[in-house]
Nanobody, 122 residues
Framework: QVQLVESGGGLVQAGGSLRLSCAAS????????MGWFRQAPGKEREFVAA????????YYADSVKGRFTISRDNAKNTVYLQMNSLKPEDTAVYYC???????????????WGQGTQVTVSS
């Protein structure tokens, strides 16, 4: 399994931007599809975005499409989530995940990071 560590969370005003990073350990990072999920208090963890192992395919939840961008740098073993035009409803703990194929369900990913808090104030 791959170990994942997220960073880049914080407090931002509505309309602002943040970039989350997820650093992965191991030499096989480039063979993993990667995903970002989020979980708000009292809610289930939900899909945000995913990217194939090559970066050639990306997937987004409708709620973030056009505002968030997922990307990866296989040379740095890192996946990113650029978040623009943030809204208070984007407030959540954001988790990075990895598995063999990109999916849109938590069941599609077997490795998870510890999460990073994103808070958007109105």
């Amino acid at each position: 399994q791959v170990q994942l560590v997220e960073s880049g969370g914080g407090l931002v005003q509505a309309g602002g931007s943040l970039r989350l990073s997820c650093a992965a350990s191991g030499r096989t990072f480039s063979s993993y599809a990667m995903g970002w999920f989020r979980q708000a208090p009292g809610k289930e963890r939900e899909f945000v975005a995913a990217i194939s192992w090559s970066g050639g395919s990306t997937y987004y939840a409708d709620s973030v499409k056009g505002r968030f961008t997922i990307s990866r740098d296989n040379a740095k073993n890192t996946v990113y989530l650029q978040m623009n035009s943030l809204k208070p409803e984007d407030t959540a703990v954001y988790y990075c995940a990895a598995d063999s194929f990109a999916g849109v369900s938590t069941k599609d990913f077997g490795s998870w990071g510890q999460g990073t808090q994103v808070t958007v104030s109105s």
